[in-house]
């Protein structure tokens, strides 16, 4: 309940970032979200595959690393899902015509090493993806220029 809680909060704060970011409180969630997508990596647990595999991830905004580290950078992700397994996983992409709904899943195998990820999807396209923090509620990936928040509660349930 207090995960759904925040990912409203998140939303909201998102929604209304670009019109009242100078009037946030530095202590806000939209500012925590911000300082985790563009801090140094964190030191990671012993227990990173009891954290990161089984359950959904579901991504909610992103920072580019091009761009200077400016609250106004931070953008709303559009919701697509991870899921990893101890040598597999799947991808549910959001629908960009129905964010109700996801594409067809991405699938392949997954390999770790350390806080670095190597996916091999089915089709035979690999992704190098770096683990920046990790805990029991909340991660940032890095992947393809990219820095993405994500937390294991859903914002909706699409189909």
Do not use: C, H
């Not at 996916?119 to 992704?127: F, I, K, M, R």
């Amino acid at each position: 309940m207090a995960f759904k809680t925040i990912n409203a909060l998140i939303i909201f704060l998102f929604i209304s970032l670009n019109s009242s970011a100078q009037a946030l409180n530095p202590d806000s969630v939209v500012y925590q979200v911000f300082d985790a997508l563009t801090a140094e990596p964190a030191p990671l647990p012993t227990n990173i595959d009891d954290l990161l595999i089984g359950p959904e991830w579901e991504a909610l905004a992103y920072w580019e690393m091009g761009q200077p580290k400016q609250l106004e950078y931070l953008n709303e992700a559009v919701g697509d899902v991870y899921q990893f397994q101890p040598t597999s996983f799947v991808i549910k992409l959001v629908d960009p015509n129905n964010p109700r709904t996801y594409l067809k899943a991405v699938t392949g195998s997954l390999s770790r090493k350390e806080r670095n990820l190597t996916l091999l999807a089915s089709n035979g396209n690999q992704l190098a993806i770096t683990i920046i923090f990790i805990d029991s509620n909340y991660m940032v990936l890095e992947l393809d220029g990219l820095r993405l928040f994500f937390s294991q509660a859903r914002s909706f349930n699409a189909q």
